[in-house]
C-alpha cells in the first residue's frame, strides 16, 4: 500500500509540473523597455497654471520628429510606443500667435529626463519703456514698464531697474529667480528715484519685503485712468554677472479696504431746507446798500447749558424744538453766524470737512459724511443772523460731528467749554450753538 501511495504522488508532481510548464509558455515574455523615451511635457504660465492648446514640437539634432498638442492638464505625452533614445529639444509654440519665452536649455528630453515641465513667461521685447532719473547717477537709464505678469529678462551686471504697473487695487508680490546672487529693491517712483531700496518691513507701509520679494499693497486711489494718472513703483534687480532672471508680479488676493480709500457716504437729509425768515426781519432788504444799518435788532438769548431743568420739545406740526414746551420759543441753531464757544458752521466749512467714521467693533463700517446736509442748512439759514430752526437733521448732525471730534467730553484737547465744561450738563452739550428769540 506505501509503495502504491509513493507511487500516486510521483505521477501527481509530474502532472502538476507538466501543467505549469504548459501555463508558463502561453505568458509572452517582458521585453525591457531599453531604448525608448516615453515623454511628458507639462507646459505652464508663469504662475504654475496649466496651458491648454499648446503646440509642443520635438526635434531630434534640428530635424523635426513630431508634434503634440497639451490637453487641459497642460501635458503632451509621446504615444506608447515612445520615440528612440536621444536627446531632443521641445519647442513651445502657440497657436494663436502669442511669443512666449521660456528656458530653452531646460526644454530638452532624454532618457535621464522623460518627463518635464516647461514655464511660459511673456516676452519683454514689446514692453514699454520708460526713462527714470536715479538721484546718485548722472544720466537717465530705461525701465521695463511690468503689469502684472511673468517675464523673462536679460540683466546686466550692476542695478536694472523696472516699473510696476499695478492696473487693480490688491495685494501683489514681485520675486525675481536668477541663477546668480541678486537682490531685489524698491526705490520709489519714476519722478524721484531713489539711490538706496526704500522698502519697510511688513506692516509698516503698502510696499515691504520678504524673504520672497518685494510686496505692493495696491489701494483704489493709487489706479488712476491711464498710465500717468496711476501709481507707479520703481524696482530694481541687482546681480554682480549677466544673467537671465525670471520675474514674477503676481496678484495676491483683494484687500480689505482703507480707512483712507474708503468712499465718503452722504447723510440723508430728511426733509427739504427752505429758505428761513426770522420773524420781524420779513421787511429787511440783505442786499439794499443800507442793509448793515438798517438791520433789525431781535433780541436773541443763548440756551443757558448749565441749567439741569431745560427742556426742548418735538413740535410735530412744524418738525421744530421748541424750548419749555411744543408751543414755546422755536429753538433756533447758529450756522451761518458764531456762537459763544466756535466759529459759525459756514467758516468752518471753508477749512473743514464735516466727517466721521463709524466702526463695528475694530471694524470700520462706514464714513459718514455730514458736510452736505450742514451745507444745505446754512444756504437756507435766515439772511440777517445766520440762524435755522433745529430739527431732527441738526440734532443728528451737531451731535455726532460733536461727539466724534471731542467738543463735549470733559478734558478733551477740544472740548468746546474750557473752565466751564464741568459745569455743562452733558446732555444739552450738543445745544451749544443755540439760542431763541426773548420776551
Known amino acids: ?63 523635426f520628429i513630431e508634434m503634440k498638442m497639451t490637453d487641459k492638464n497642460g501635458v503632451a505625452s509621446s504615444s506608447e510606443e515612445g520615440i528612440p533614445d536621444g536627446s531632443y529639444t521641445v519647442e513651445i509654440v502657440d497657436p494663436l500667435g502669442t511669443v512666449y519665452d521660456y528656458d ?15 514655464a511660459l513667461y511673456t516676452s519683454t521685447d514689446n514692453l514699454p519703456t520708460e526713462t527714470v532719473y536715479p538721484s546718485h547717477l548722472d544720466n537717465g537709464v530705461n525701465a521695463i514698464v511690468m503689469p502684472k505678469g511673468g517675464y523673462r529678462v536679460k540683466l546686466s551686471p550692476g542695478r536694472n531697474y523696472f516699473i510696476f504697473y499695478p492696473e487693480l487695487r490688491g495685494k501683489y508680490t514681485v520675486e525675481a529667480d536668477t541663477p546668480v546672487e541678486s537682490t531685489i529693491g524698491y526705490y520709489g517712483s519714476p519722478h524721484f528715484v531713489q539711490s538706496a531700496d526704500v522698502a519697510l518691513n511688513e ?59 474708503m468712499p465718503w457716504s452722504d447723510v440723508k437729509i430728511t426733509g427739504t431746507p427752505t429758505k428761513y425768515v426770522l420773524p420781524g426781519t420779513e421787511n429787511w432788504d440783505p442786499d439794499a446798500e443800507d442793509a448793515g444799518s438798517t438791520k433789525p435788532v431781535i433780541p436773541l438769548t443763548n440756551l443757558d447749558l448749565t441749567d439741569e431743568n431745560i427742556t426742548i420739545v418735538y413740535n410735530s406740526d412744524d418738525k421744530c424744538y421748541h424750548l419749555g414746551d411744543a408751543d414755546g420759543p422755536v429753538v433756533l441753531v447758529r450756522l451761518a453766524s458764531a456762537s459763544e464757544y466756535i466759529a459759525s458752521f459756514s467758516e468752518m466749512m471753508e477749512t473743514a470737512h ?86
Open 354 to 439: 464735516f466727517g466721521i467714521y463709524v466702526y463695528e467693533g475694530d471694524k470700520l463700517k462706514e464714513k459718514r459724511d455730514y458736510t452736505n446736509l450742514l451745507s444745505k442748512y446754512v444756504a437756507a439759514s435766515d439772511a440777517a443772523y445766520g440762524l435755522y430752526p433745529l430739527n431732527d437733521d441738526l440734532i443728528d448732525a451737531i451731535k455726532t460731528i460733536g461727539d466724534a471730534w471731542g467738543w463735549y467730553k470733559v478734558g478733551s484737547p477740544t472740548n468746546l467749554f474750557g473752565d466751564k465744561a464741568t459745569k455743562i450738563v452733558e446732555e444739552y452739550a450738543h445745544l451749544f450753538a443755540c439760542c431763541y428769540i426773548s420776551e
Open 203 to 261: 506692516g509698516e507701509g503698502d510696499v515691504y519685503r520678504t524673504e520672497e520679494g518685494l510686496v505692493f499693497l495696491i489701494r483704489s486711489f493709487n489706479i488712476g485712468e491711464d498710465y500717468f494718472s496711476s501709481t507707479r513703483y520703481v524696482f530694481a534687480v541687482d546681480v554682480e554677472s549677466e544673467c537671465t532672471a525670471n520675474i514674477v508680479i503676481g496678484y495676491d488676493e483683494e484687500l480689505e479696504m482703507s480707512k483712507e480709500e
Open 104 to 118: 530653452t536649455e531646460a526644454a530638452v528630453l532624454s532618457p535621464e529626463r522623460e518627463e518635464i515641465t516647461v
Open 1 to 63: 500500500m506505501r509503495i502504491k501511495r509513493l507511487i500516486a504522488l510521483l505521477l501527481a508532481a509530474v502532472m502538476l509540473l507538466a501543467s505549469l510548464t504548459a501555463l508558463t509558455s502561453c505568458v509572452d515574455p517582458v521585453e525591457p523597455d531599453d531604448g525608448v523615451i516615453k515623454y511628458k511635457v507639462n507646459v505652464t504660465d508663469s504662475f504654475g497654471n496649466p496651458m491648454s492648446g499648446i503646440i509642443v514640437n520635438i526635434f531630434l539634432d534640428d530635424e
